[in-house]
């Protein structure tokens, strides 16, 4: 069993940065691929990015490569999202995902196993 708690959101102005972050309980946090979703308002929610256990390889939407950076450090049970430079429309709740699958990449919501609550991240314009 993996529980996982984000935490960083907030209100932020066009143009700014911003990292959440998603911790994890338990002890097999690095036995786990990690990703991010988010859903905007109105929208469902969607794929944003994914790393693998050991956090050498990661995986992005198209509409965001290059946009975003996900991190994580087994030593702290914690996965990163960063993002600069945000606009208006990455106005969402983020949500962390543990997935025990061995496939890649991992970007569908049925490829996970566990989920966060989500954090609130609003970008005024």
């Known amino acids: 069993q993996v529980q996982l708690a984000e935490s960083g959101g907030g209100l932020v102005q066009a143009g700014g940065s911003l990292r959440v972050s998603c911790a994890a309980s338990?002890?097999?946090?690095?036995?786990?691929?990690m990703g991010w979703f988010r859903r905007a308002p109105g929208k469902a929610r969607g794929f944003v990015a994914a790393?693998?256990?050991?956090?050498?390889?990661?995986y992005y939407t198209d509409s965001l490569k290059g946009r975003l950076t996900i991190s994580r450090d087994n030593a702290k049970n914690t996965v990163y999202l960063q993002r600069n430079s945000l606009e208006p429309e990455d106005t969402a709740v983020y949500y962390c995902?543990?997935?025990?699958?061995?496939?890649?990449?991992?970007?569908?919501?049925?490829?996970?196993?566990?989920w966060g609550q989500g954090t609130q991240v609003t970008v005024s314009s």
């Open positions: 995902a543990a997935s025990a699958s061995s496939s890649w990449p991992l970007s569908r919501r049925y490829n996970y196993d566990y």
């Open positions: 338990g002890r097999t946090f690095g036995c786990h691929a």
């Open positions: 790393i693998t256990r050991s956090g050498l390889v990661t």
